[in-house]
């Protein structure tokens, strides 16, 4: 395009439109990265509440069954002496079923835990990269339109020398 002073350079206005126009279409990328992000955090977190809730049962089923097992451990050490015992008293077996199901709910309620503190939605690099851009927007309308070649971003959308590391 040949301007009216005899230059082949776009006008002023044609490049602000295509500067944001370009910007529109990174952060709709950006929100559809961010969207997908969230997504999984979200499907991570169903799982670790899944887990977390499929804990109760074993865990509540087993403390009833000790609360069963001390009540028959009270009785069995009371029995008079001349009563016949079994070879492996109730209560024993209560605690036993006890003991594998508080530990089959442990491990479920450690599982969930932990894959529940993997969940950061805030930690994402399409976040981050989101407040880098617009960090960097920011400063292009406030007049610094230019970056030295010793001068880089940090993440809060500071400028850092390079000479100052």
């Given amino acids: ?13 044609k490049l602000v439109g295509e500067i944001f126009g370009d910007f529109q279409e990174l952060l709709r990328q950006q929100m559809a990265l961010i969207r997908t992000e969230a997504l999984a955090d979200w499907r991570k977190t169903k799982e670790a509440g899944l887990l977390l809730w499929v804990s109760v049962i074993p865990l509540a089923c087993g ?9 028959h451990l009270l009785y069995w050490l009371t029995l008079p002496a001349d009563v016949e015992q ?3 008293p109730l209560w024993a077996c209560y605690g036993i079923t ?3 199901l508080v ?14 503190q993997t969940v950061n939605p805030l930690k994402g690099e399409s976040v981050q990269a989101l ?12 007049g610094e339109n230019r970056l030295e070649q010793d001068e880089t971003w940090t993440r809060r959308g500071e400028f850092r020398s390079s000479t100052e590391s």
């Fill in 131 to 142: 407040e880098d851009n617009v960090h960097w927007l920011k400063a292009r309308i406030a």
């Fill in 98 to 100: 006890g003991a594998v």
């Fill in 103 to 116: 530990g089959a709910g442990a491990v479920c309620l450690v599982i969930g835990w932990r894959k529940l």
């Fill in 1 to 13: 395009m040949i301007t009216s002073n005899g230059s082949s350079q776009p006008s002023a206005s």
């Fill in 86 to 88: 079994a070879s492996l």
């Fill in 63 to 71: 403390s009833l069954l000790f609360a069963f097992m001390l009540a």
